[in-house]
Each structure stands twice: as structure tokens, then as C-alpha cells.
């Protein structure tokens, strides 16, 4: 079973600047989770998605941070413009309809100078 | 505000001894706990979930305790590894998944 897939790994960026991630969950999963995590701290949760529906998006950075999850399969993150302390790792994560176990991506590692 | 703390940044053990790490929470009651692994440069892998209404569960060499007296989850890895060395994230279930800061464990030969 593949795992779940996120892209770019790495993305320097300069402040004010915009960038996107994107995820694909694993094959069949309903819910997916985009994470914040900051060097030294636990993931936080972004943003929550039950197939293309908004769960909770009670910590996203509205003003900044936008999500979608098209057709309810693979999603996109996007920070506009960005400030320095953005820098973290953004982890996507999935699971399986009234699973309680989450399974992450490798992160993408967003550098923000 | 809902909060998970993970005592010890960093913990040194010797191959072969158990290693406990800690986890507190306060002013909550979370509905189930998690422990994951994480590797550098990785996303946190699921180990074990023990539910409010459980007080231990094991697999293999881990164990799990939950005790909503003292607001305290245990996390025991039995016969340590150098393998076994990452850092390990508690995480607490209300509506959503709060993660500590993590236990960063070395086992050394």
C-alpha cells in the first residue's frame, strides 16, 4: 500500500513571497490533516478535511493560509505572501473513515529568508 | 487552552534497559491518547492508542499506561535498542490530535 505522498520535499522561499504544497493521501482514506510543525515542537494541526468538506480550520492563518481538497482526493496548501516565521515542516496526513490512527507524509521543509 | 507536555527534551539509556518517557496533560479529559515515532527528516509513525477506560496496552515491546487520576500516560520501550533511538510524540484526543513537543530517546551501545 503506498504511503502518503507530498511534494516538493524542500522549497526555499524569500518573505512576502507565495508557495504551494501538495498532498495525496493514502488510496480510499476520507479524512486528511495538514500539520504545522515547527523546529523543536510537536505537529499542529492546519487544517481538517472529511472528503472535500472543512472539518476544522480553527488554527489556519486565515489572512495567509489557504487549503482545498478537490474531488476529495489529493489537496493543496498555499501560503501568500509569506512571513519568516512560517519556516517549519508541513506534514499531510490520513486516515480512514472513523480510523483514529493518522498516517503522515515525509513533510515538505519550507525555509522562509 | 488544551495542553500536552512531554517532560524531558532528551533522554540517554543503555542498550538492553527499559526506557520510560512521560507524558501530562491538564484541565482536560482526552477521550484517547496516542504515541508515535519520528525519525529525522520523516512524518510521525503510529505506535499505540490507549483509550481513557484502558489502563495499559503492549505490543511487542512497548507498553502504554493511562492514568486519568494522575492526567499521565507511561510509554515503555522493554529491552532497548540502538535501533529504537528517534523521537517519540504523545498525542491527546478531544476533537482533534494535540502533540507534545516530543522525547528525543539515544540508546547506546
Known amino acids: 500500500e503506498a504511503g502518503v505522498a507530498q511534494s516538493p520535499r524542500y522549497k526555499i522561499i524569500e518573505k512576502r513571497q507565495s508557495v504551494a504544497f501538495w498532498c495525496n493521501p493514502i488510496s480510499g482514506h476520507a479524512t486528511l490533516y495538514w500539520y504545522q510543525q515547527i523546529l523543536g515542537q510537536g505537529p499542529k494541526l492546519l487544517i481538517q478535511?472529511?472528503?472535500?468538506?472543512?472539518?476544522?480550520d480553527s488554527q489556519l492563518p486565515k489572512d495567509r493560509f489557504s487549503a482545498e481538497r478537490l474531488k476529495g482526493v489529493d489537496s493543496t496548501l498555499k501560503i501568500q505572501p509569506a512571513k519568516l516565521e512560517d519556516s517549519a515542516v508541513y506534514l499531510c496526513a490520513s486516515s480512514g473513515a472513523y480510523q483514529e490512527t493518522q498516517y503522515f507524509g515525509p513533510g515538505t521543509r519550507l525555509l522562509v529568508l | 487552552s488544551q495542553k500536552i507536555e512531554q517532560n524531558s527534551e532528551a533522554l540517554n539509556i543503555q542498550e538492553g534497559k527499559t526506557a520510560t518517557l512521560t507524558c501530562n496533560y491538564t484541565n482536560y479529559s482526552p477521550a484517547y491518547l496516542q504515541w508515535y515515532r519520528q525519525d529525522p527528516g520523516r512524518g510521525p509513525v503510529f505506535l499505540l492508542l490507549i483509550r481513557e477506560n484502558e489502563k495499559e496496552k503492549r505490543k511487542e515491546r512497548l507498553k502504554v499506561t493511562f492514568d486519568t487520576t494522575l492526567k499521565q500516560s507511561l510509554f515503555h520501550i522493554t529491552a532497548s535498542q540502538p535501533a529504537d533511538s528517534a523521537t517519540y510524540l504523545c498525542?491527546?484526543?478531544?476533537?482533534?490530535?494535540?502533540f507534545g513537543t516530543g522525547t528525543r530517546l539515544q540508546v547506546f551501545p
Open positions: 478535511f472529511q472528503n472535500n468538506g472543512v472539518v476544522d
Open positions: 498525542a491527546s484526543y478531544t476533537d482533534k490530535l494535540i
